[in-house]
Structure formats: structure tokens, C-alpha cells
């Protein structure tokens, strides 16, 4: 089986770290990624390894009252450097990325896992056999297991993983106090609770990058941390910003996909990703596409978001597997963090 590999440009940000999102979730406009060849580096690659065998329980709910989603509050304005951005002027880091070319090659591909380990073990579980993973970040926060959930995905073969504005947040490289009250409180918990060994993995990672198959974002192209990307009129300032067919993104734990229609048009066709919904990503159009939340799903849904990649052929397909709310509600009111984390969960929001 023949892998090429290409190095990653990941490039540091620089002034505060937040934008501000207006109603239709826009922010300033630049482009953030680059990209080298570069040679295969130990522990890219991995055999094929089965991900998960345990099983989660039969999904029970305790009882809770209404709840309606939370935003964060108004961010500072991102500054971000100019194109192209010279490796001296960002502290450019390289690093290696499996650009897998053969037919039959897999990947699980989730997102916003935010230190719920049971729906993280119930994924790698429905998931099987993989080659490889991508995590488009926000592996902590909110959540009862951070350190569980950072040290079983860096375990993952294959792994590409990018960091989100939670995991920054309680490494402290954007500041807490830019979250609402929950989420707050979730941070700061868990930055005192996180192992040395995983803080200092994740502070090794960035919230983009880019590969020539495809790009990676955590919350945007054109705003990696805060944007979030819910409407078609999003889609046309974000698709100039990578040359890759295909953008895949999280942050708003929502599975969803942005088609460019045409460059000439302002908005972009958006469907939402169903459970056995399958894209074919060779079909010569651009997307950006999420695979939703595994750890606090918002569309509804309670059920674990996630999708597989095969990178040969281009089918993209979205899965949703239950996993013991209960138990991970249970774990959040042992430990101390805010009521709501624990009552949105059944509730998909």
C-alpha cells in the first residue's frame, strides 16, 4: 500500500486570541495555512488497529428541565498575520500528515469529544477497523474525563489531531474569561486537573492545518478558534482560504456540510449530515464539512457524532452510535463542575 506524505505548516497566531462573531458569525478574513513536503516521520502512520471493542450500556436518561443552547459571550477581534506569513515572522512548526492515496484506506473522523469518555469509547466501538484518525480538536472541557479522553486518542493509529478554543483555553493560550459561566467553570477545572504529559502534547498542537488532499480547521478556514460555521452565507469568505477540495471542521458540534455552488454567488448550499448520509468527496465539488460533536451533540441528536473517511474512494459517510448518558452525567455531578453540563446532554443541545 503506497502513502505519500506532506509536512504541515501550522503558523502561530499572533495578538488576541478571539474574534468577534456578528449575527451571521463572520470575522476578519485571512488566510491561515501552508503547507511543504516533508519526510514520513515515526508514528504518522500506523497499522490497521481495531479502535474500540468495548460496549457502552443501553442509553438511559435522568430527568431534566428544558434547556436552550449557550452562547459565549462577544470575543476580542483576531489578529492575524498577513499572506504569505514567513516562517520566521510565525514560528512555523512541521510536522508529518498521511496523505493516503490507495483505495480501502480508513479514517474515523470526529471532533469536539470534550472529555465524555463514554461516548468516545461507544465510537471506537461502532467505528471498528481504521488506518487513521482525524481529530478536528476540542478533545477537553465541559466534560468529567479529559485526561482519559487526550491520552485514548493520542493511542489511535494514525492520528492527525488539531487543538480547539476549549483545549486552548485550559492551556491557557486564550483566556478563560472569554467563555460563558459553564464553560468557565469547565476550563478552569480541568486546567487544574490535566496531567503534565497531556498539556504538554496538546500545547504541541494547533487549531489548523493543512494537507494537499485536504485542510483542517477547527472552528474555521478563515478563523480556526472562535468561527462558527452555521450559515450558507459563510461558506463563500472561507472557500478562497484553502485549495483543497475538501475543508473538514467541528466546533459546532453539529454535522454539516457547505457546498460551493459557484465562486461568483454569496451563498452556499448547506445540508445537514443524517446517520447514513454519504458524500462522495471526488465528485469534483468543494466542501466544508463537519462530522458533528462526540461528546455533546446539538442538533438534536444525543446520540455520539462522528463519520469514516475512505480516502480512496471519497465516501464520507455520518454515523450516530448511543453511548451511558447517565453515567457520564453522574460523573459530572461527582466532580463538582456546573448542573447544565450534565442536563443538556440527553437533550442534544
Request: charged share 20%; hydrophobic share 35%.
Amino acid at each position: 500500500m503506497t502513502r505519500l506524505v506532506y509536512g504541515l505548516v501550522y503558523f502561530r497566531r499572533r495578538g488576541p486570541a478571539g474574534s468577534t462573531r456578528d449575527a451571521s458569525g463572520s470575522s476578519p478574513a485571512r488566510p491561515f495555512f501552508g503547507v511543504v513536503t516533508g519526510e514520513n516521520r515515526a508514528g504518522v502512520h500506523g497499522s490497521r488497529t481495531h479502535l474500540g471493542t468495548q460496549r457502552c450500556a443501553p442509553t438511559t436518561v435522568l430527568k431534566t428541565a428544558p434547556l436552550t443552547r449557550e452562547d459565549a459571550p462577544p470575543r476580542q477581534s483576531l489578529s492575524l498575520p498577513a499572506w504569505p506569513p514567513s516562517r520566521q515572522e510565525t514560528g512555523a512548526i512541521v510536522i508529518g500528515l498521511p496523505e493516503v492515496l490507495d483505495c480501502g484506506v480508513r479514517y474515523l473522523v470526529i471532533s469536539d469529544i470534550h472529555a465524555n469518555l463514554e461516548a468516545l469509547e461507544a465510537v471506537l466501538a461502532a467505528a471498528g477497523e481504521c488506518d487513521g484518525c482525524l481529530c478536528l480538536g476540542d478533545l477537553i472541557g465541559y466534560g468529567p474525563n479529559p485526561n482519559e479522553c487526550v491520552e485514548r486518542v493520542l493511542a489511535l493509529p494514525g492520528l492527525t489531531c488539531l487543538v480547539g478554543n476549549h483545549d486552548m483555553a485550559a492551556l491557557g493560550r486564550i483566556d478563560a474569561a472569554m467563555f460563558n459561566g459553564a464553560a468557565r467553570a469547565a476550563i478552569e477545572w480541568t486546567a487544574r486537573i490535566l496531567d503534565p504529559a497531556v498539556r504538554t502534547d496538546l500545547l504541541s498542537r494547533e487549531p489548523s492545518a493543512r494537507g494537499q488532499s485536504y485542510a483542517f480547521a477547527h472552528g474555521s478556514p478563515r478563523d480556526p478558534v472562535w468561527e462558527y460555521l452555521e450559515e450558507g452565507r459563510q461558506g463563500p469568505p472561507n472557500f478562497p482560504l484553502f485549495d483543497a477540495p475538501t475543508c473538514f471542521v467541528g466546533h459546532t458540534h453539529v454535522p454539516r456540510v457547505f457546498v460551493q455552488e459557484s465562486e461568483r454567488v454569496s451563498q452556499s448550499v448547506v445540508q445537514i449530515g443524517k446517520p447514513g448520509d454519504v458524500l462522495q468527496l471526488h465528485d469534483g465539488k468543494r466542501r466544508i464539512v463537519n462530522p458533528g460533536g462526540v461528546g455533546q451533540p446539538r442538533d438534536g441528536n444525543p446520540q455520539a457524532a462522528y463519520a469514516l473517511l475512505d480516502a480512496g474512494s471519497g465516501e464520507f459517510t455520518f454515523r450516530r452510535v448511543p453511548y451511558d448518558i447517565v453515567l457520564t452525567q453522574q460523573k459530572i455531578q461527582r466532580a463538582g463542575l456546573p448542573p447544565v453540563l450534565a442536563s443538556r446532554l440527553p437533550l442534544g443541545l
